[in-house]
């Protein structure tokens, strides 16, 4: 089946891609950045920027900016309502409290005043809960109640899981895609455009050839290139991988034959580089978004989650963040591979069907 | 026996401008090229010379007629004939980051081959261009290692796209050089061209191609002899270009 001419072909596709020195440099440096920034600060969200403004000289007043202060939870920023409204315009600071001035030690309802960006509507929605519940813990601390309700969170799964962790099967699976595209979409239109595909068409060699040659160098290329970002993850990060390596590269291996075949359709239906650029940047970067990679998929509208479980990369994903945090065998994800499975065959065959071989020219 | 024979060969596209609508860029052709001859064919732009030359070469589909080449036919077996015939392109660009010798090794490799780069390029007169790659050598450089490319499966028949277009005169003659060289060695040698003096140098017979058709065939003294205007076969002053306006007219071609 691997004779000669493709072997030679495979080797030349390696080796032109090894000397690509400038390449391989940029196809590691961002991969290695997110996951160091990530692993770096392990995970932990840094305080986050309030302004404060205090009118009231009560007790009460003080007592609630010291619970405020005390948690890590917030970095308080005191001044008056003028500077840190132009603060809050520079997005220097999230929001402002302003404690109003009839803020007494008797019991009744203050209203606080909170001045917000509504451009920062997202954040909002988080840090509104946040606050809430300082407020009432806060609350209970100075009325002396007893809190009836106590939230114990425990994790089943009971172990160390950091960020990283959550991260690095996602950012494996989305440099794989990158990486796969890019060898071979957009080698495929750049060989046809410069007629080197015409010219390598002009021997005897068959298209199957061709696309067996590159499938097996760009599986060789990848493989590489993902191992050095894994052992970096491993031995420099010291991230975990629960599961078996092992099942894990069979995942990567599948993935790269997904991502080539897909990429090879584009290649197939854009006719020009530009053209191409555009068809992988409509398909990347949906995919980043809607395939859990960065963010569970679990945080997307539900009405998009079925579709979005459907994309090769969160099929992809899912299946080596089982294998790698939750310590799942290629068995138990079988469903993924089955998607997939039929991912590589809608690739094989728009690229079989689309690209005409005989009009290499273009 | 002629070892190119071709009949009735049809190319059809559709037309660029009504998607409708059909266009035969090859319209009939026959061709019957005997061995150890050079043969040229003649034609202005889009007159369908490199769609003849891609449908012999296996390149581009037979839409309809025949083609044999050594008593192979072409449509059916295409990767046969491949194996016997050296193929020149117009665009002669290769992987980047490979050296010329490289480029040779992995071209013999691509017909399960194994060829002495160096002597390849002797050929062509590049021994000393071995390590260097093909994007910084000058274009009659490039031409002449796209003949080195094309030569490795030592082949029968060498179908060579417009050979000098875009050489000074310097480049022009070293390529004819080496063209004349490889005939005398007994190769069958089809090129296109647009240069007259070319085809009148190196042909032992030409054709003359407009819209897709054959329009007169013979040798170039012939050719001169049946279509120069009057006055200047008079003289006998005539030559390749006068056939070529007083057959295709001098309206300019895309």
Known sequence: MFNSPQKYLTKVFIQIFLRNKQYIIFSLILPIVILSIVGLSNGETDPIDIGLVNNSESNLSSQFIDQLTAGNLFNVIRGDEDSLRGDLINGDIMIVLIIPEEMSDQIQTTNITLLVDKSQIQFLQTIEPILSQSFLSIEREITGNDPMFNLVIEDVKSRTQSYIDFLLPGIMAFMLMNLSIAGSGFNVVEFRRRGILKRLFVTPIKPIDFVIAIVIARMVIVLGQLSIIFGFALFVLEANIIGSIFDLYICIIFGVLMFLTLGFSLGSLAKTQESVGVLATLFIYPQLILSGVFFPLETLPEFIQPFAQLLPLSLLADAMRSIASDGLNLIEVYMNFIGIGVWILIGTLISTKLFVWKEVAG | ?254
């Open chain 2, 1 to 254: 026996m002629a070892i190119i024979q071709a009949s009735n060969l049809v190319k059809t596209y559709k037309n660029p401008d009504e998607s409708s609508k059909y266009f035969n860029a090859v319209d009939g052709i026959s061709l019957s090229i005997h061995p150890g001859e050079i043969y040229g064919i003649l034609g202005p732009n889009g007159a369908g010379k490199t769609t003849t030359l891609e449908m012999l070469e296996g390149l581009k589909d037979i839409d309809s007629g025949t083609a044999f080449i050594n008593s192979i036919n072409v449509k059916d077996n295409p990767y046969q004939v491949k194996q016997i015939i050296g193929v020149q392109l117009q665009a002669n660009e290769y992987f980047d980051k490979m050296t010329l010798a490289e480029l040779l090794n992995l071209f013999s490799a691509l017909y399960s081959l194994s060829n002495d780069p160096l002597e390849l390029l002797k050929k062509v007169n590049l021994a000393d261009k071995a390590n260097a790659n093909a994007n910084e050598l000058s274009g009659g450089q490039k031409q002449r290692f796209s003949i080195a490319c094309a030569l490795v499966n030592n082949p029968l028949v060498l179908f060579l796209d417009e050979p000098t277009t875009g050489l000074d005169p310097q480049a022009k003659r070293s390529l004819w050089d080496l063209i004349l060289d490889l005939n005398k060695m007994g190769m069958t040698i089809v090129l296109t061209t647009h240069n007259m003096e070319e085809a009148e140098i190196l042909c032992q017979r030409i054709a003359i191609m407009d819209y897709g058709k054959i329009i007169a065939e013979d040798t170039p003294q012939n050719l001169i002899l049946q279509y120069a205007p009057d006055k200047v076969r008079e003289v006998l002053n005539g030559n390749m270009e006068d056939v070529f306006i007083a057959l295709t007219g001098h309206g300019l071609r895309d």
